[in-house]
């Protein structure tokens, strides 16, 4: 269980957050960590509610926003952080977790072209609508005190393979990349602005996307064995660099593609 000195007491929003995966052990990891207004979306309402309910047992007073839906569909996107802001008045920390690895291995020539849009429009386009409405919210709001003026804090779930490629995964690896220079790009450009925006980029993590086909959890068998540390990590080790990026102890990383990923790509 991920646990926190840190203090992270401003208002919350996560992407991706349904289930047992990354996003939900960042949703939950915020409440621990002291966030009482926090706002969760994912495309599956059923692993949603599980999370808020996981939530309200770490904290029975915690005011949850809930609300499923597809972040590739720009309307919903609006709407769901149009909502968080009246509601919570404010937006202190965005994490964008939804996205999605596709159910078997291919490479670029068996790929459909309807398969590769619809993983970008997830991955990538997702992550850029999301971060898009985050950055408006949050431009409408001074600094909490005590947070070394830091307006908001945006953090993108990439991946390592936006930083290297493995085979059979062109199109994820593509989207993954787009996520670490999308990052890199609104950071520069919303530094004056008191915006950080950073990106994780994890390993092999288990979780339901690298566990629920054998298919995929054959495939993924090198990758954990060429890490140095030759094991999965777990989503609150992902959620523990995803809650320091956006803590004020963070104040001065900006831009930044932070791997969490028992060393693969070093080796
Ligand atoms: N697990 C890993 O090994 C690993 C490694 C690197 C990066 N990642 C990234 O971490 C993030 C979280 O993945 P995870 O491993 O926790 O897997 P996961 O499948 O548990 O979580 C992904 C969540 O995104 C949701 N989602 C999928 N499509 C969506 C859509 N169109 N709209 C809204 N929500 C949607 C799913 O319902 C799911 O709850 C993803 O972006 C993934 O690419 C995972």
New binding site residues.
């Given amino acids: 269980m991920a646990s926190f000195a840190r203090q992270l007491l401003g208002v919350a929003v996560v ?11 960042v949703a939950k990891g915020f409440v621990r960590s002291g966030c009482t207004k926090i706002a969760i ?4 309402s059923k ?2 509610t599980q999370t808020k309910e996981a939530i309200l047992t770490i904290n029975p007073s915690a005011k949850v926003l809930d609300k499923p ?5 720009e309307n919903f996107v609006n709407t769901f952080h149009d909502e968080v802001f009246r509601k919570f008045s404010r937006l202190d920390y965005a994490v ?6 596709g159910s078997k291995t291919v490479k670029a020539v068996d790929m459909p072209t309807d398969d590769f849009d619809r993983l970008n ?3 990538y386009k ?1 992550s850029w609508l999301s971060c898009r409405a985050q950055l408006r919210n949050m431009l409408q709001q001074e600094a909490l005190p005590k947070q070394r003026k830091q307006r908001g804090s945006i953090v993108n ?5 936006g930083i290297v490629a493995r085979p059979g995964a062109a199109a ?1 690896c593509a989207s ?1 990349a787009a996520i670490i220079n999308m990052t890199r790009a609104n950071a520069i450009d919303y530094s004056d602005e008191g915006i950080r925006v950073n990106c994780v ?10 566990t ?1 086909s054998p298919e995929m959890a054959e495939a ?1 068998k090198p990758a954990i064995n060429i890490a140095p540390m030759k094991r ?2 777990s ?1 609150n080790e ?1 959620a523990d660099a995803v809650l320091f990026l956006c803590s004020s102890q963070a104040s001065f990383i900006q831009g930044h593609a932070l791997v969490v990923d028992g060393g693969y790509t070093i080796n």
Avoid: F, H, R, W
């Fill in positions: 992407t991706g957050a349904g289930g047992t995966g990354i996003g939900a052990a979306t994912d495309i599956n692993t949603l839906g597809d972040i590739a569909d964008n977790c939804a996205g999605v690895l429009d997830i991955n997702g779930i990439a991946s390592q393979l994820y993954k980029c994890p390993g092999v993590i288990e979780t339901p996307m690298t629920s993924l999965m990590g989503p992902v």
